[in-house]
């Protein structure tokens, strides 16, 4: 049976804002309980007694709309602002009886005899939901993001060969023009190389928080440089356009986005609401509404795949757990953090570059002939661009932003970024 689903978004109240963004843990306040009825006037079993009064009747239309506090916090100075969430409820009307289970077998209670009020079954259904750890709100969020994605995948029509070539020839043409100017921070006067570094590494550290996808971190850097390369901005609100980027970004790309007060509880309540949503408007005025930029994800992850880094499951699901996607998305997410070297080059050298260099020190074997009859580029065309990725690793370890290095660093992704890199880099062998 078909079921449509509406988001319902409520307000419950925030956890005290701390003035570090990497000391905040954004908690979900409240936990989506899914009751299952169970429908059984007369449960024929010998062991058995179960007492159903219509008084402790749940009915199934009432069993699947999930409520939430309706508590708002107002948007204020002070240290706490509303948080947002999304809920889950059923208005289908149709008739549910092929719904509900006819006996209670499914609580997997023994009952050995015992009479048992209808009460004392919904409490005991209760002790079994939470001992099979049900999850919160943005776990549940995320759950139905994964399967959405898992559908996109099986249904990616831009991995067909009728039309992937033609796709990733359009996008290095549109790459142009939605290019930052790669001078603009001399134009700038309160600002710098430096502080655009730190804006970048603390938007790293905002997406791995609020679980948001690597494209919309991508594009919130192009709307930031784009941005930059028109407008002068003081460093005061620097990092509220970041946040307001961000924001347009997650709209963009995510099915979830989060609310414009998260945003401004992420900046410890440093602006209002209504300066976020006034620096959107100015964003999007000033890009004229183009927001759609090919980004150097995008080209990475199609180059990833036509080379064969995604190992598809027995679902057709691509996994993208491998060492060789990790270590090139680490040094994808690395040329944003550093403007000053990597804003001269287009979206799809970076990524050309990203891949031939991060196979060849997984597998110290190149790959660029491959590459270069996909994208046309040539490792002499691409030696500046590997050169200064290349040299970025090996100062990553000094440099003030280690907020990649820390997410990198890590099991999930193979702990990439501490691997061993050689002294130089051979580009005869790529």
């Known amino acids: 049976m078909h079921r449509h689903h509406h988001l319902v978004a409520t307000a419950a109240a925030s956890t005290t804002a701390s003035t570090a963004i990497n000391n905040k843990k954004f908690k979900a306040f409240g936990e ?18 179960v007492d159903l009064t219509a008084g402790n009747r749940v009915t199934a239309a009432n069993s699947r709309s999930f409520k939430s506090n309706n508590n708002a916090s107002s948007i204020s100075n002070s240290s706490s602002i509303g948080r947002s969430h999304y809920d889950i ?13 006819s006996t209670f077998n499914d609580l997997d209670i023994s009952f050995e005899g015992r009479r048992m009020s209808s009460t004392t079954i919904f409490e005991h259904h209760q002790q079994q939901q939470q001992k099979q750890h049900i999850p919160t709100e943005v776990a549940a969020r995320q759950h139905r993001r994964s399967l959405i ?21 359009y996008g290095k043409e549109a790459e142009q023009r939605y290019m930052a100017k790669a001078n603009y921070m001399e134009r700038q006067s309160d600002i710098n190389h430096s502080m655009r570094s730190i804006l970048v590494d603390w938007l790293v550290e905002v997406a791995d ?101 995604y190992k598809k499951g027995p679902n057709g699901v691509c996994d993208d757990g491998g060492r060789w996607n990790s270590l090139a998305m680490y040094m994808l997410e690395t040329t944003t953090v550093f403007g000053d070297c990597f804003l001269k080059f287009s979206p ?24 270069s009859r996909i994208t046309s580029y040539t490792v002499f065309s691409l030696s500046e661009c590997l050169n200064s990725i290349f040299t970025t690793l090996h100062n990553s370890p000094n440099v003030p932003q280690q ?28």
Do not use: W
């Open 149 to 169: 994605n898992q559908q996109i995948a099986l249904l990616d029509v831009y991995s067909l060969p009728e039309y992937r070539d033609d796709i990733l020839t």
């Open 403 to 430: 907020a990649l290095r820390v997410k990198y660093n890590s099991e999930k992704y193979h702990f990439v970024a501490s691997l061993e890199l050689p002294e130089t880099l051979p580009l005869d062998l790529l």
């Open 348 to 371: 799809s050298m970076i990524s050309t570059s990203c891949v031939a260099l991060s196979h060849y020190l997984i597998n110290m074997t190149g790959c660029m002939s491959e590459l």
């Open 32 to 49: 989506i309980t899914n009751i299952v009825q169970q429908q059984s006037n007369n449960v024929s079993n010998s062991n058995i007694n």
């Open 209 to 309: 928080e609020y679980k948001l996808k690597r494209e919309t971190f991508f594009l919130a850097v192009n709307y930031i440089d784009r941005f930059l390369s028109m407008m002068s901005v003081i460093r005061c609100r620097l990092q509220l356009l970041g946040a307001a980027a961000m924001f347009i970004a997650a709209k963009y790309e995510e099915i979830y986005p989060p609310d414009v007060a998260e945003f401004v509880y992420i900046t410890d309540d440093t602006y209002t609401m209504k300066q976020v949503l006034q620096m959107e408007q100015a964003i999007l005025k000033t890009l004229n509404f183009l927001v759609a930029a090919p980004t150097p994800n995008y080209f990475c992850c199609d180059l990833l795949d036509r080379l064969g880094a």
């Open 89 to 101: 409820y059923d208005d289908d009307d149709d008739d549910d009886d092929n719904d509900i289970p």
